[in-house]
């Protein structure tokens, strides 16, 4: 035992448990309960909180500057860095997302496409889609864009200078420059969304024969066939029409969370366990399986990075709860996660 | 100079070279920062690799004036802070007892070097008062100090006994206890904890 700073040991005798427990603290080796216990206790103690983060602040200055990691893994990393870098050639942008499911981005001119000839189309109606698993970006002549979320499709119509209409079947996110003497619709099904000059998400779901519009910036108006059912909507809510019952719900909409997806994340507002495996079936393009049936009703909130690779995405997710899984990779390259 | 020995115009280029000795320069100080404060390595080397990576798609906007070490250091800082942010999100539903350690880690890291200049000149302090230690006082105390090695086996190295060793490093300490007055007892306590 080396005694080395008497003084402290002698005069401060309490304290310096104290700061043993914040060097296990630092060095990782405190976890569970008693860890959390630390940081509560931080929580209700500002000098000792003020002392362990400068602390801390420290150890980790000492460790940026002098603490090395092997030449191996620095070489792995470069190598593996440099590899990245050659795969990503090509694209203009930086892109969120990994491997095959890159943003694409089609700039559309009114009456003048970019292959003109090619498109299957009347000239005045062109249709985009973002295939499951990757996101669109569409961007009108006038600086209007459009993202559509995966699996989303879009009809865009031009009718000449003073109208332009968008079919929808799924969800996309508006950013409209707005023209007075231009009207721009939203089409879902029978319904539309007129745009006053407006930031603004839809979200058609079919399945559940829902509208889901939220509004960020401008006004919008929200009509059937005939008539207008809503148009006093403020920026910051959102309402959801259910087409069946024919019933408008208002609430607030947290932009965040509801257009994380453009910026490339996955958004999970209390999704079971289930509805996420959907999700992610198609974005990683493999199956999961699940085990136990009460795992796929745990409920989960949250937003991901969907550049994020899926191990890492289970581990989060693993992180919040106490399921256990399981990847298997088959011959033919497919995967399989399973969930006990 | 702001770039010392980075090859500027061949980061402009996308040139191989010019990329690994700045990686190979900055990576241990990025990787270190990220795993102090997300504590998991293998996220930290993912932010890392993202950060370079970004580096990378800007190379063309790079002039003599970017600092290179301080933009990779402040990316690497941002979406460190961006984890955290997220992570804390995903807690919230079924892991509260996780948030007062991720709300301080945000706290901290926030609160840490806004640029890496400042981290230099916080160690610079100390190192300089080390330096000014008398020389077999100072080699024992960086053997002890860097190389983690014990007083015996510092005692072997040197030749010299383990009371000697420690007679050496208990002399450091009071110089520095004089030396680094507006950092204790931090930096004492520090020492503590690099195991003398």
């Not at chain 1, 969370?257 to 495996?277: C, Y």
Request: aromatic letters at 12%; glycine letters at 4%; one cysteine or more.
């Amino acid at each position: 035992m080396h005694r080395v700073l008497p003084w402290l040991c002698v005069k401060v005798k309490k304290r310096i448990t104290l700061k043993e427990q914040f060097y296990h603290i630092l060095k990782g080796q405190v976890s569970g309960k008693e860890r959390s216990d630390f940081f509560q206790e931080l929580d209700n103690n500002p000098e000792e909180r003020r002392e362990y983060m400068a602390l801390e602040k420290l150890w980790v200055a000492h460790k940026m500057a002098g603490k090395r990691t092997s030449d191996k893994f620095r070489k792995r990393s470069f190598n593996e860095f440099w590899d990245n870098t050659k795969k990503r050639k090509g694209f203009s942008i930086w892109s969120a997302i990994s491997g095959a499911a890159a943003i694409v981005v089609i700039s559309l001119m009114v009456g003048k496409y970019i292959f003109p000839g090619t498109w299957p189309f009347s000239p005045d109606m062109v249709e985009f889609s973002a295939p499951k698993g990757s996101i669109s970006q569409i961007e009108l002549e006038d600086g209007s864009r459009i993202w559509l979320n995966s699996g989303t499709t879009a009809k865009v119509i031009t009718h000449g200078i003073f109208k332009t209409s968008v079919d929808l079947e799924g969800e996309a996110f508006f950013d409209v420059v707005h023209n007075d003497r231009r009207e721009f619709i939203v089409q879902a099904g029978d319904y539309s969304i007129y745009d006053r000059g407006t930031k603004f998400n839809v979200d058609y779901d079919m399945e559940r024969n829902s509208i889901t519009t939220a509004l960020f910036e401008g006004a919008i108006e929200f009509n059937n066939e005939e008539r207008s059912l809503l148009r006093d909507l403020e920026p910051g809510k959102m309402f959801c029409f259910n087409i069946d019952e024919s019933r408008i719900s208002i609430t607030n909409a947290e932009q965040e969370f509801i257009t994380a997806w453009k910026e490339g994340k996955f958004v999970f507002v209390d999704k079971t366990l289930a509805e996420i495996a959907e999700e992610l079936e198609e974005w990683y393009d493999v199956k999961f399986i699940f085990k136990d049936p009460e795992v796929k009703e745990e409920v989960f909130t949250g937003v991901i990075k969907r550049r994020t690779s899926m191990e890492h995405l289970l581990k989060v997710l693993r992180l919040s709860s106490e399921m256990q899984y399981k990847i298997e990779t088959k011959e033919d390259g497919s995967c399989t996660v399973i969930f006990k | 100079m702001v770039n010392t020995n980075i090859d500027i115009p061949g980061l402009k280029n996308g040139n191989k070279k010019a990329f690994e000795v700045i990686y190979q320069d900055f990576f241990d100080m990025l990787f270190y920062l990220a795993v102090g404060y997300l504590q998991d390595r293998e996220r930290a080397r993912e932010l890392v690799q993202d950060a370079f990576m970004k580096l990378w798609e800007h190379r063309e906007t790079i002039s003599n004036k970017t600092n290179i070490k301080n933009y990779l250091y402040t990316i690497v800082k941002n979406s460190c802070l961006n984890d955290l942010r997220e992570q804390e999100i995903i807690a919230r539903n079924n892991r509260e007892y996780l948030i007062p350690e991720l709300k301080y880690r945000q706290e901290a890291l926030e609160a840490f070097a806004a640029s890496y200049n400042e981290v230099e000149s916080l160690l610079e302090i100390v190192e300089k008062s080390i330096d000014d230690l008398p020389e077999d006082i100072r080699i024992t105390f960086r053997l002890n100090r860097y190389e983690n090695l014990t007083y015996k086996e510092i005692s072997q190295k040197l030749d010299i006994s383990p009371k000697t060793v420690e007679a050496r490093i208990s002399k450091a300490l009071k110089i520095l206890r004089c030396d680094l007055k507006e950092y204790l007892p931090l930096v004492q306590l520090f020492f503590v904890f690099l195991r003398l």
